[in-house]
């Protein structure tokens, strides 16, 4: 697993720098993505948080549209901008739909074996992506990880930092995201993703993806969880997001605001001038726990 | 010329508004734009700070990866984001090539005839769209304006600021540019784009259009004139920007580095995220004197 370098460009004092390699959790395929390392790494180690796009996106989504970097490079956090799916797996069907296949991977590992060996976002940010920046020397410390994303990476970032508490890696800090499908064994496009990834279907996917249902499996367990979504948010208003699901499993679990922070962002929608509004804000969120 | 709306979306706490009109400038085609509104404009109109893109760009591309808005919706300014050309002309060659027709208007008035039913951004930026705007009814304050650019656009923001200068209408305030094209008659970019839309080709170009010509003309005029380049840029070092020679030019005349700032900045390339880096910094820029 060699890293090559696609193109760097200096942001904020410090460097972002497209990696390509050839990924074995893809099944052998082509996989891109972006780190962002700020300037103050010259002088050590620096904390990492994971960022996860959503439906037709990219690795350069987050990257370019997101405000993240300012606030990272002051914070001295370093940013990870994996890819959405896997690229040119050939399978049949995997582009027909933008909610489903390419740039639609759901991060998680899927079981179904028409998709089984490429699909595998979850190892591949979980795991593989890790490895490869540590094998590379390059200055992160992955002790010191958070993850945040939006939408299918809201999704993404809450069902692995759950299942980062419920498996004790605690390999995630804190997590944040903004307007993500928070329970979807019960929206259209989580069980679009569950039916057609998992072998185990609706069932398999409520059991190990979803976040409403994980948070129901944490007794006791210290969380920090933040969450923004836009009361003007056209997928929230037609039940695809669904954040008072989890918000109410939390509660029932016990976890305060302090621990679990939802909130309804007047008037906004979906996009990235909603995500860029509270960019530094998760940032900074982050930061408490990484620094700490 | 009635203003349609296209989109909205909630971006820190204002409104950005894509709006279309049949624009008479651009020869009766549709013409788009991105006006974001400050949240305190609801208490009485606010200055305009208007963004003018490079090659290849359009309306969108400063409002979704400059990182302006935040910093613009924090000083109470508004921003106009206009697209880099006129769209579908349909002129023979206009789609041929990335740095002349669709995408590349230069922000001139074309005088060669085959161009200039359509190729007329310079009338559409500093007259056209304020004035659709000021119909519209909506609250910007057009006494306060300033301008700003990258490449062609920082080009396009230097040249109508020191025309505005130059005939007394002093429709800007102040002026910043990242990049820009700063001596157009003397470099492939601006030799292609003076002999293809200007009858009296690269001649008529330098009267009119090229910064370094136009500041020469300036006499005991105070100007307010900020531009940042990165030294990693490759158009730079290929020559097609010469910011070297705008700033000899001014120094020439007398404005000393208060008046004229030209900062090279170590290690940047030519795209957004240099831009976004200094985003702020600009916007502050312009602050100081819409709001003096």
């Given at each position: 697993m060699a890293l090559e370098v696609v193109s760097t460009n200096k942001s904020f004092d410090g460097t972002l720098t497209k990696y390509k390699f050839k990924s074995t959790a893809l099944g052998g395929l082509d996989a891109k993505f972006n780190l962002f390392i700020p300037a103050n790494a010259a002088n050590g180690k620096v904390p990492l948080l994971v960022y996860l796009a959503g439906l037709?996106?990219?690795?350069?989504t987050g990257a370019q549209k997101g405000a993240f970097i300012g606030p990272a490079a002051k914070e001295g956090i370093a940013l990870l901008f994996p890819d959405t799916s896997p690229r040119?797996?050939?399978?049949?069907?995997?582009?027909?739909?933008?909610?489903?296949g390419t740039g639609a991977g759901f991060y998680l590992n899927a079981t179904n074996p028409k998709w089984s060996k490429h699909y595998n976002m979850l190892t591949h940010v979980t795991l593989e992506i890790p490895q490869i920046i540590e094998a590379a020397g390059?200055?992160?410390?992955?002790t010191r990880q958070s993850i945040f994303g939006h939408s299918m990476g809201g999704h993404g970032a809450l069902t692995l930092y759950l299942t980062s508490l419920l498996n004790g890696?605690?390999?995630?800090?804190s997590v944040s995201a903004f307007s993500?499908?928070?329970?979807p064994s019960k929206c259209p496009w989580g069980e679009t993703a569950f039916k057609g990834?998992?072998?185990?279907?609706i069932a398999e996917g409520q059991d190990l993806y979803d976040a409403t249902e994980l948070i129901?499996?944490?007794?006791?367990t210290p969380a920090h969880v933040l969450i923004d979504y836009g009361t003007g948010d056209k997928f929230y208003q037609n039940g695809q997001l669904l954040p008072e699901n989890f918000l109410k499993a939390a509660r029932d679990q016990g976890y305060d605001e302090v621990q679990v922070r939802v909130r309804d962002q007047e008037g906004?929608?979906?996009?990235y001038y909603f995500i860029s509004t509270f960019g530094a804000d998760h940032v900074h969120f982050h930061a408490n726990f990484l620094k700490a």
């Open positions: 037709e996106c990219t690795e350069d040119g797996a050939g399978i049949e069907g995997e582009d027909d739909d933008w909610q489903f390059l200055p992160i410390d992955f890696s605690k390999q995630y800090r993500p499908i928070s329970n990834y998992l072998a185990g279907g129901k499996k944490l007794v006791k906004y929608d979906h996009g």
